[in-house]
């Protein structure tokens, strides 16, 4: 179907992990959306809401009006839930004895999305959740993806939603470090998120005023940073503040993994270790974790997301399905969702802003 005449009703979900700002997405998608007179169903927890009548005690599709969005734009999570485990299509599917299965339910979607007369999809998600709107889009669903990641590592998009947040976050954990690290003339080791790259980590290592900065894009070696703490004691300022990528890993090596499951973790005790060892400082370890995630969007955050939801119906309104929509220089546009889920948009090690902090003197244990 190429025209949008027949738009009458259509869906909106979350996928992934959670970021500050979805619920901002869902306010604006929804409010644009009743104003063309659709109807505006919330699929909860992905696609969960599709394939079980109920998800967590409640029905798996909610109807979304003015009212159940009032007011929602400043609050982080997401109005519809979701979830981050599931099989290659990256859907969880519990099946009729309970258990969750891993089979590929995309024929089910597809004829649940015809069963309900959805015209349209809005799916919110980050790398995974993209790859599975397209694959659905391939199948013949009319689908408008929206990027979503604390990473901001989506290749087509300047910035994603949540990242500005998390960077706000991590800014403000750090700041706090410097008075208790001179106290004890400790190296402090923070580890924040980033699944693949460093945005996070340099973002807010720079405005937090770190001394080393370690990111999956450079791998980095234990004796730079070791020669970094000494170069400080020689200078008589004996206390070192280190922010660490979860993916960040030493040359030559691999990541530091939290369990068998590929989430990483472990990155801040294994350096905590080796630089005690080396400097002979005491050092203290803080893992952010999810805290960067949580809470409520700061304003960055809330208008790209605000804009985001609005550009999505637009979207749908155009007939421009198999897109997504992207933050490109200072406008919003929609780019071929294929083209976005390909390639991860990692930090440019010859870029400005390692160029400027390694003018401030920042150490990336290179
Ligand atoms: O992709 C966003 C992200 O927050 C990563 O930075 C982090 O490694 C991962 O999700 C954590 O996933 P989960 O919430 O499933 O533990």
Redesign the pocket.
């Known amino acids: 179907m190429d025209s949008t005449d027949g738009i009458r009703r259509i869906a909106i979900n979350t996928g992934?992990?959670d970021a500050p700002g979805l619920n901002a997405v869902i306010r604006a998608a929804t409010l644009a959306a009743l104003e063309n007179g659709w109807e505006v169903l919330g699929i909860r927890r992905g696609y969960m809401g599709l394939l079980q009548d109920e998800v967590d005690g409640e029905p798996g599709l909610l109807p979304l009006s003015a009212r159940s969005v009032s007011g929602i734009t400043h609050l982080g999570g997401t109005l519809l839930g979701t979830t981050?485990r599931g099989n290659l299509f990256g859907l969880e599917v519990r099946e009729s004895d309970g258990t969750w299965g891993d089979r590929d339910p995309s024929a089910e979607i597809m004829a649940r999305f015809e069963a309900l007369g959805i015209d349209a999809l809005i799916a919110i998600g980050?790398d995974g959740s993209l790859k599975i709107a397209h694959r659905l889009f391939l199948k013949g669903l009319r689908v408008v993806g929206v990027p979503k990641?604390?990473?901001n590592d989506l290749g087509a998009t300047d910035m994603t939603f949540g990242f500005q947040t998390a960077v706000d976050v991590a800014t403000d954990a750090i700041g706090r470090l410097h008075s208790t690290a001179e106290a004890h003339q400790r190296v402090m080791v923070v580890q924040v998120?980033?699944?693949h790259t460093g945005w996070i980590a340099l973002e807010s290592g720079l405005a937090g005023g770190a001394d080393v900065i370690l990111i999956p894009e450079i791998p980095y070696s234990v004796e730079k940073i070791l020669e970094k703490i000494a170069e400080r004691e020689r200078t008589r300022r004996r206390f070192s503040i280190i922010v660490v990528a979860?993916g960040a890993k030493p040359a030559g090596g691999a990541p530091s993994y939290a369990d068998s499951t590929g989430?990483?973790g472990g990155i801040a005790a294994q350096l905590a270790e080796e630089i005690e060892r080396g400097s002979g400082k005491e050092t203290r370890t803080l893992t952010l974790g999810?805290i960067?995630?949580g809470g409520s969007p700061v304003p960055f955050d809330r208008n790209l997301a605000l804009r985001f939801g609005a550009a999505a119906v637009h979207a749908v309104e155009r007939g421009n399905f198999g897109c997504m929509v992207a933050l490109q220089g200072k406008s919003v546009r929609s780019v071929p969702l294929g083209d976005a889920i390909t390639d991860i948009k990692r930090v440019p090690v010859d870029g400005e802003m390692v160029h400027t902090a390694r003018r401030l003197g920042v150490c990336f244990g290179d």
């Open positions: 992934g992990g981050s980050g990641t604390i990473d998120m980033g699944r979860e989430r990483y999810h960067q995630r």
